[in-house]
């Protein structure tokens, strides 16, 4: 049975200082989930770009970096499924990252898009697929997996029929790229999640969930009203089908991923509403 897991940038504002850090963990623990996913710029000291870049996005890193995340998490009896990396300090360090990863007791890094990229760009996504290839081949050899997670700027097209997803399927090597797909970003990009998963087949290896809809109660002042990130089974998303989908494939694990759109505001009281979907669908 996959791993049940959390992300990491849900936490920022829930692990300011140790104490607090080690109740977080403990809490996610007692609603039902086995592991976590952790992000390189999170768990050591990280530019103050990043951290405002992420406090902008509603998602603040914390101090976390400062933190012995491997004594904390082994306290909480909670695993590792895979640690957030970027391409570029794969392609700088890639024993450091190797190194970090075995510390975690995990074997996948995974890479969560590009930067100040045009994915637009034909011959721009088959270099970024070279690159995966030889930064998999690289971290093969030191025994780590690397895959690839999306957002949703990877549907942009490259082509007519094709997007720059499609090529990066296409153009990486099985061997050394898979993926961890993120089924959210996918259908608010206007992209049918389960036809991805299926088009993936056993290169999905991990699978990052989340739910979308609205918060709205009562009349709507318009016929149109925003959607955003919800806890899972109170969206409108498919997520039986996909995470029998995700299932078929004997994924790794199964990660909650929701954004700044908290019930109550608190990543915590979201994660335990999200727990009960992911208990009912994730026998242990």
């Known amino acids: 049975m996959a791993i049940k897991a959390v992300q990491q940038i849900m936490l920022g504002s829930v692990t300011k200082n140790e104490k607090q850090t ?4 403990r809490a996610i623990k007692e609603a039902g989930y086995d592991g976590i996913e952790l992000n390189g710029f ?29 004594r904390m998490l082994d306290e909480a009896g909670l695993s590792v499924v895979s640690v957030h990396e970027d391409l570029g300090t794969i392609q700088r ?13 995990t074997d996948k890094v995974v890479i969560t898009g590009m930067y100040r990229f045009d994915y637009s760009d034909k011959e721009a996504v088959l ?3 070279k690159d995966l290839n030889e930064a998999g081949a690289r971290l093969k050899e030191g025994g780590i997996r690397l895959l690839y997670h999306n957002h949703n700027c990877e549907f ?8 720059a997803f499609d090529l990066l399927i296409e ?22 999640a389960i036809a991805l998963m299926k088009q993936l087949g056993d290169r999905l290896k991990l699978y990052h969930i989340n739910d979308r809809g ?22 409108n998303m498919n997520l039986e089908e996909l995470v029998k989908q995700a299932l078929s494939v004997n994924v790794d ?11 109550e505001k608190s990543p915590i009281k979201s994660l335990q509403l999200s727990a009960e979907f992911m208990n009912s669908y994730l026998k242990s």
């Open 214 to 235: 609205t918060r709205i109660e009562g009349p709507s002042m318009t016929p149109i009203i925003k959607s955003d990130s919800m806890e899972l089974g109170y969206g």
């Open 156 to 163: 942009r097209k490259v082509e007519a029929g094709k997007t």
């Open 253 to 263: 694990a199964i990660i909650l991923e929701s954004h700044k759109n908290w019930v």
């Open 127 to 129: 270099k970024l697929a």
């Open 22 to 25: 080690r109740a977080t963990l």
């Open 171 to 192: 153009e990486t090597n099985p061997e050394y790229v898979n993926f961890e797909l993120d089924s959210y970003w996918a259908t608010e990009a206007g992209v049918s």
């Open 42 to 70: 999170m768990i050591r000291p990280t530019s103050f770009m990043v951290r405002m870049m992420t406090k902008m996005a509603g998602m603040p890193v914390g101090k976390g970096g400062d933190y012995d995340w491997k």
């Open 93 to 105: 360090e890639p024993e450091h990252v190797i190194e970090e990863a075995k510390k975690f007791g």
